[in-house]
């Protein structure tokens, strides 16, 4: 343990402060930011920063400074996101002292306005082998370069730093599935009360205006019973965008989920809309078909459209669902409208399976794939 290597007791007395700042009830940034001062302080370096990589851990998503002057923060411009020796550490998360920061073989240069920097201690921020960012150190003020005890203190104070950004991450992570059961339970109310009260009154229209002798009046409850109709349609919509799926992975959840498997086949991200109760009309047999069609459809794309967006819409209406993807690529070929490959004879056979269509169009810059089969 790094700890271990610091043999000053007031100065493992202030790591241990530093780590039991945790506990506080302080914001992340405020407790990242006292990380960085007390490894400025403890080391003898001019200045510190600290990188928070995002949740692909391949770039720097926040960077905090310590040591730079206001008009010195506003003259660099934007943070840095990882490259030169900070991305080095980015791609090999262990600690790196140099005596001579810009010699270095891996050194980006410094922007306009950034002060020279010279010597250079950085190091993981790591949990249980999870990387979360690094600490950087710079200048340490009467030395040519950062001690190994050095070193062993800021890897120590990156461990607090560490726990600090995998608790808040937690934190978040509760709220949100939180917000996910408040959803659910409006999506229920909205279910189980207002349309079923909405339905009722529609039905109690509908009798009197049936039974009603002034046709104007009939006229008029009905379109009354029409909007309500309508109300109920888009009140379904609402639900089944709140995720009420029944406690099941619902056919919504699973294109989601493929779309972002295939996000490596199509060289992008493929986003996806929905319309309608899909996950409750859908079976489990046009979803079998219906998951291999937007697999076939969205490899096509990746495979041979040159496309630079995608989109994948899914809605159920007039007892059919609706497929589409649709895609700004470079379009049809005359062979492939007239004969089709293998890919689109496969997708338009799984239509016809299902007693449905299938065609796939050239259009003003891209390709609209068209699958619908009957519910």
């Known amino acids: 343990m790094p700890h271990r290597e610091i043999h000053d007791p007031t100065t493992l007395w202030r790591v241990l402060d530093a780590v039991l700042l945790i506990e506080a009830d302080l914001e992340l940034p405020v407790l990242l930011r006292h990380v960085i001062q007390e490894a400025c302080a403890m080391t003898g370096a001019r200045y510190g920063a600290l990188g928070v990589l995002d949740e692909s851990r391949t770039h720097l998503a926040e960077f905090i400074t310590v040591g730079l002057e206001p ?8 943070r840095p996101t990882g490259r030169g020796v900070l991305g080095l550490l980015v791609a090999n998360p262990e600690p790196l002292r140099l005596s001579h920061l810009s010699a270095h073989e891996e050194s980006y240069g410094f922007p306009a306005g950034h002060p020279p920097m010279t010597s250079f201690l950085g190091v993981p921020i790591k949990v ?3 990387v979360f960012g ?47 059961d408040d959803r659910e339970r409006v999506a229920r109310d909205l279910h189980d009360t207002v349309i079923q009260t909405l339905f009722g009154a529609g039905l109690s229209i509908r009798a009197i205006a049936g039974a009603s002798q002034a046709s104007e009046l009939s006229d008029e409850l009905t379109a009354v019973a029409s909007t309500i109709d309508d109300a109920i349609s888009q009140l379904r919509s609402t639900i089944y965008e709140l995720g009420l799926t029944g406690g099941e992975l619902g056919v919504r959840a699973r294109i989601i989920s493929l779309l972002r498997q295939l996000t490596v086949v199509a060289g992008f991200e493929v986003h996806s ?13 046009i979803a079998e078909h219906l998951l291999a069609t937007i697999r076939e459809a969205v ?4 495979r041979h459209a040159r496309a630079t967006q995608a989109r994948v819409r899914l809605s159920v209406a007039n007892d059919e669902c609706l497929l589409q993807v649709i895609d700004n690529g470079c379009g049809l070929g005359p062979r492939e409208s007239s004969e089709g490959g293998l890919g ?3 997708m338009r056979h799984r239509a016809e399976k299902l007693r449905g269509r299938f065609e796939v169009r050239s259009q003003s810059g891209g390709t609209v794939l068209t699958w619908c089969v009957p519910l």
Do not use: C, M
């Open 273 to 285: 809309s929905f319309y309608g109760p899909v996950d409750s009309v859908v079976s489990d047999a």
């Open 71 to 78: 008009d010195q923060e506003e003259g660099i411009g934007a």
């Open 128 to 130: 249980r082998n999870e």
């Open 344 to 346: 689109l004879n496969n």
């Open 134 to 180: 690094n600490l950087y150190l710079t200048d340490k003020v009467g030395w040519n370069e950062f001690t190994r005890e050095d070193e062993s203190l800021v890897t120590s104070l990156a461990v607090a730093a560490g726990i600090a950004i995998e608790n808040a991450r937690l934190h978040r992570r509760v709220q949100d599935l939180a917000i996910s």
């Open 299 to 302: 490899t096509n794309v990746g």
